[in-house]
């Protein structure tokens, strides 16, 4: 008989695949990124900033250039620190690495 829908055109339509099943690798793919790669490095941009949090006056320190010196005024967004006798410079928090 007649039919408007060509028999090869209405056999592949049963093979698509659902919504759902095209959605879920994406949203895989979307967590396996947050787990691995967001969320590390929010673990360790809070962990470093507790640690610029807990720097005071007379700590020893190393910044990221290099630079060892001794806080000598801590302010509110940077540090002063003395890399000699008398040689004092002004630092960024978020440029201190380490304590000596």
């Known amino acids: 008989m007649f039919s408007l829908v060509p028999e090869a055109f209405a056999a592949g339509s049963a093979a698509q695949p659902s919504m759902w099943a095209q959605i879920i690798p994406l949203i895989l793919i979307v967590v396996?990124?947050?787990?691995?790669?967001?969320?590390?490095?929010?673990?360790?941009?809070?962990?470093?900033?507790?640690?610029?949090?807990?720097?005071?006056?007379?700590?020893?320190?190393?910044?990221?250039?290099?630079?060892?010196?001794?806080?000598?005024?801590?302010?509110?967004?940077?540090?002063?620190?003395?890399?000699a006798d008398g040689v004092q410079i002004k630092i960024s928090k978020n440029s201190v690495v380490s304590k000596q």
């Open 32 to 83: 396996v990124f947050y787990v691995f790669l967001i969320l590390p490095q929010q673990k360790q941009r809070k962990k470093h900033q507790e640690f610029i949090n807990s720097l005071k006056r007379g700590d020893k320190i190393i910044t990221s250039s290099g630079i060892y010196g001794t806080i000598t005024k801590v302010n509110e967004d940077n540090f002063v620190i003395e890399i």
